[in-house]
């Protein structure tokens, strides 16, 4: 039957930047497992829609139990394909990430949708599921318990990065928005026009 995760969670940021925080997440020091990324494909759509699939290749390190069942030379690094949709006009980012390889010991299929926050304008709403299968006879149910736990330890050090990246961002907007501002003090103020008679309105013209 697999086992069925669902969380719910509200960025303090606007959707733009949390869209931007998610092409730029990686490297950062919460992800360390992320070994790299990849586009394999990419297409704007003539409805505007941007279409995109990266392949993730990931470390996975076995619980301790689990060292003693399966063998030594198993591979630990997990290749995960990741496909998303960016809709601009309707503000939402929805993306669809599963693993390659590894598929008997677990299975975990996640999608995530990043919105415009509809009692927030300025803050993203995150809904995540995840589905997570075992086909270990014998070892399906506690794998599964395991892969719940380590799911959500992993979502946790996911949302750090993602607020690390954010923080990035918003740190290399600020200086130019004040140089902005001190562009514009410093011109100098065009010379005010001389006064001129005042006339009545012509209602008509």
Same mark, same amino acid.
């Given at each position: 039957?697999?086992?069925? &995760?669902?969380?719910?969670?509200?960025?303090?940021?606007?959707?733009?930047?949390?869209?931007?925080? &998610?092409?730029?997440?990686?490297?950062?020091?919460?992800?360390?497992?992320?070994?790299?990324?990849?586009?394999?494909?990419?297409?704007?759509?003539?409805?505007?829609?941007?279409?995109?699939?990266?392949?993730?290749?990931?470390?996975?390190?076995?619980?301790?139990?689990?060292?003693?069942?399966?063998?030594?030379?198993?591979?630990?690094?997990?290749?995960?394909?990741?496909?998303?949709?960016?809709?601009?006009?309707?503000?939402?980012?929805?993306?669809?990430?599963?693993?390659?390889?590894?598929?008997?010991?677990?299975?975990?299929?996640?999608?995530?949708?990043?919105?415009?926050?509809?009692?927030?304008?300025?803050?993203?709403?995150?809904?995540?599921?995840?589905?997570?299968?075992?086909?270990?006879?014998?070892?399906?149910?506690?794998?599964?318990?395991?892969?719940?736990?380590?799911?959500?330890?992993?979502?946790?050090?996911?949302?750090?990065?993602?607020?690390?990246?954010?923080?990035?961002?918003?740190?290399?907007?600020?200086?130019?928005?004040?140089?902005?501002?001190?562009?514009?003090?410093?011109?100098?103020?065009?010379?005010?026009?001389?006064?001129?008679?005042?006339?009545?309105?012509?209602?008509?013209?």
């Amino acid at each position: 039957m697999g086992r069925y &995760f669902y969380s719910e969670a509200h960025i303090k940021s606007p959707w733009y930047q949390v869209l931007a925080a &998610f092409w730029q997440r990686y490297p950062n020091p919460y992800s360390t497992h992320v070994l790299t990324e990849d586009v394999l494909y990419r297409e704007v759509t003539p409805t505007n829609l941007l279409l995109s699939r990266r392949l993730l290749t990931k470390t996975n390190r076995l619980p301790g139990w689990a060292e003693h069942i399966f063998p030594a030379h198993m591979a630990r690094a997990v290749y995960i394909l990741e496909d998303s949709i960016v809709d601009p006009e309707a503000n939402t980012l929805v993306t669809k990430t599963w693993n390659l390889n590894h598929n008997t010991l677990m299975t975990v299929v996640e999608r995530c949708m990043f919105e415009q926050d509809g009692t927030q304008p300025t803050w993203t709403k995150l809904k995540r599921e995840a589905w997570i299968f075992s086909s270990v006879y014998g070892l399906a149910r506690p794998i599964q318990e395991f892969g719940v736990a380590r799911y959500k330890s992993n979502q946790t050090q996911a949302m750090k990065g993602l607020d690390y990246a954010l923080t990035k961002i918003q740190s290399e907007e600020l200086p130019h928005l004040h140089g902005d501002q001190e562009e514009s003090s410093n011109k100098p103020r065009p010379p005010k026009a001389p006064p001129t008679p005042a006339k009545k309105p012509n209602q008509f013209a």
